[in-house]
């Protein structure tokens, strides 16, 4: 049996859980030296570890140096009330269970001390089977909220990895769907050589307007996917019709305008580009209701879609065609703006108009220079972290 200032410094540095359940170390608070002392015998008899302290605030000052396992306290003290230390006890050490030992025989006391957190309440005199009760019952608890809290910190750091594993996971998932994507878009540039090249600037520009609109990188992904995909339909159109040199004939205009369903057809059917199939449906819609294949009108037709149709045109007005040359930027601007209302979504077209032109030159020149090697989706990120910040 020690009094507190024969504790040894490397006994703070013991962890609890590691000690035989035998060794407990039961920290006893009492003002009265008999009863200390028999407490102290009586669970040093029993193969615990009783160290004895005489107040309330020395027993705190034990409790922030060492590790135990049980306080046992008196009530009233002539330092003050055990109550107050159990409240400090429990703001301080909350998973270290606390006996209440008293003289006072209220059974209102008793309620408040249980109240306040005390594991147990044991009346003064007692029978020493009582106290080694009590505290085995106080230890086992304490036992078992430990176990807990073990499994609960295991648990987390199991779910921790788990969600890592799903994170890369999904991460490669997703990788491999762009290298798919990748691979249809090359294969209809294989198809239409007019094509080459379009698909990917569209995506990169579809993805700076999305960005500077202030949607989300999930959505901004989906929207991503269906500008790079937007003519996968024409996988499905006769050679004869796709590469005709001169213009189409009314019957021949027709099926050319079923690229849009032809490619919802296929795209719809794979579930991370469901979101992406519908950008595809509805690329050729106009503001004012006089697109195809529906004539869908306004906010009728998907943000993504009418942010698409701004950035086809400003590759279209920008790039080399058999029958015209290309434009400039500034040209490309002063034509979606005259179509603000009808063609396009004048919300986009605002937006369009705030991005300076050196952010499209640098786009352009990122993918004309690279796109034969990267991705789109990266190669169109890469370049608008560099130039275009995230809309808060």
Not at 100 to 122: C, E, K, N, P, S
Not at 316 to 326: C, E, L, N, W
Not at 371 to 390: G, N, Q, V
Request: proline content about 4%; aromatic content about 6%.
């Amino acid at each position: 049996m020690r009094d507190s200032t024969a504790q040894a410094a490397s006994d703070a540095e013991m962890e609890a859980d590691t000690r035989p359940a035998g060794s407990a170390r039961i920290l006893v608070v009492d003002d009265e030296a008999n009863v200390r002392a028999v407490m102290g015998a009586a669970l040093e008899h029993k193969g615990y570890q009783a160290i004895l302290s005489t107040s309330g605030r020395e027993a705190m000052e034990m409790l922030d140096r060492e590790p135990f396992d049980l306080v046992l306290t008196d009530i009233v003290m002539e330092d003050g009330s055990g109550l107050t230390l159990l409240q400090r006890v429990r703001e301080q050490h909350p998973n270290l269970p606390v006996v209440m030992v008293t003289a006072i025989h209220d059974i209102g006391v008793a309620i408040d001390a249980m109240r306040r957190g005390a594991f147990d309440y044991l009346l003064k005199p007692f029978e020493r089977e009582h106290l080694i009760a009590s505290v085995e019952r106080a230890l086992e608890h304490g036992a078992a909220m430990h176990e807990s809290r073990s499994y609960q910190a295991n648990l987390e750091r199991v779910v921790q990895a788990r969600t890592e594993m799903l994170r890369q996971a999904i991460e490669d998932l997703e990788h491999s769907y762009d290298i798919t994507l990748e691979a249809l878009g090359d294969a209809l540039d294989l198809k239409d050589a007019e094509t080459e090249g379009h698909s990917k600037r569209v995506t990169a520009y579809t993805i700076a307007l999305a960005r500077a609109m202030g949607l989300g990188a999930e959505e901004v992904k989906a929207i991503a996917r269906g500008a790079f995909l937007h003519d996968i339909g024409k996988m499905a159109i006769p050679d004869q019709i796709l590469r005709k040199p001169g213009p189409l004939t009314l019957p021949e205009r027709e099926v050319m305008r079923e690229h849009c369903m032809r490619g919802y057809e296929i795209l719809r059917k794979i579930p991370f580009l469901r979101e992406s199939a519908e950008i595809v449906y509805c690329h050729q819609e106009r503001f004012d209701g006089s697109g195809y294949p529906n004539e869908l009108r306004g906010v009728d037709i998907p943000i993504g879609a009418r942010i698409f149709a701004v950035a086809d045109a400003l590759d279209a007005i920008t790039s080399d065609r058999p029958y015209r040359r290309a434009g400039g930027f500034d040209t490309a601007r002063e034509e979606i703006l005259r179509c603000s209302g009808t063609q396009f979504d004048p919300a986009v077209v605002e937006t369009f108009l705030k991005i300076p032109n050196e952010l499209w030159n640098e786009l352009r020149a990122e993918i004309n220079g690279q796109h034969k090697r990267f991705s789109p989706i990266s190669i169109a990120s890469a370049a608008l972290d560099k130039t275009l910040p995230e809309k808060n």
